[in-house]
């Protein structure tokens, strides 16, 4: 997959409503992220790690319930790791970390399910599909001595779940600070946090860092759900969005879920 900035969709500099209809993406992200400051009054207490998580939104325990199916379509996807693109190469104007050293395997984006992907991790999706709200879901793979630069990003309104699923042994060495708070991640420890605040992620070991990143709707008052409703669908609609979803499809083999395993032994 060739890692070059495409023209068209995705170009740097303009995000695409259509593929002929475009607005500058540095003043449509300086308004977001103005609107996202007045949106941080009205977001839950974050961010949340471990229990205090759960006790927040216990929607989520579902996939702690479902860890180990979820693991075995990792462990099953890993084995394709070499065809799981950096983000960069299916969003180019997004984050960029040098090579492929940040890998995203996307299943759900702004609520378009990627099928080709989410069919070679069947139960990952199940699990995913009986949390309400969810815009995105994507595996977020980093490797040894890779950092992702201090950012914010663009999805107001919406809260972002981490579900680790594998970890450097010494943990405490690969981490992520979130607007002054600093985590690092343990297996099957959940840790929800809102997008918009400036976030750092620093993986100083030699080792992988896999983590299940789910984005789901914040009840938002009114008349906050009307930008942030509107705000979704515009980027739902757009050719931006589903220009990406179609790259993020690199058809890893289908892989059959356990339930099925279970039926046919």
Not at 59 to 83: C, N, P, R, T
Request: charged share 25%.
């Amino acid at each position: 997959m060739k890692a070059d900035q495409p023209n068209g969709v995705g170009q740097k500099g303009r995000f695409y409503f259509t593929k002929h209809l475009w607005v500058p993406q540095e003043p449509l992200e300086k308004l977001n992220l103005k609107m996202s400051d007045m949106i941080l009054r009205s977001m839950p207490k974050l961010p949340l790690s471990g229990d205090k998580a759960l006790g927040a939104f216990p929607v989520l325990a579902g996939l702690k319930e479902s860890h180990d199916k979820i693991k075995a379509d990792l462990q099953y996807l890993l084995s394709h790791h070499e065809d799981i693109p950096a983000l960069h190469e299916i969003h180019p104007r997004d984050l960029y970390v040098p090579g492929r050293a940040w890998r995203t395997f996307i299943l759900k984006i702004y609520g378009h399910e990627v099928a080709q992907n989410t069919a070679a991790v069947p139960d990952t999706i199940a699990a995913i599909n009986r949390i309400p709200g969810v815009h995105s879901a994507l595996f977020s793979i980093l490797a040894g001595r890779a950092e992702i630069e201090p950012h914010r990003g663009s999805a107001a309104g919406v809260i972002r779940f981490h579900y680790p699923l594998i970890v450097p042994d010494e943990p405490e060495k690969c981490w992520i600070e979130i607007g002054g708070h600093h985590f690092y991640w343990e297996e099957g420890v959940p840790l929800v946090f809102d997008d918009t605040r400036e976030h750092w992620v620093k993986n100083q070991t030699d080792q992988t860092r896999v983590v299940l990143i789910i984005d789901f709707n914040a009840r938002m008052p009114f008349p906050v759900n009307l930008y942030t409703g509107l705000r979704y669908e515009l980027g739902r609609r757009s050719a931006e969005v589903k220009t990406v979803a179609e790259r993020a499809a690199i058809g890893v083999p289908p892989r059959v879920a356990q339930a099925e395993m279970d039926r046919a032994a």
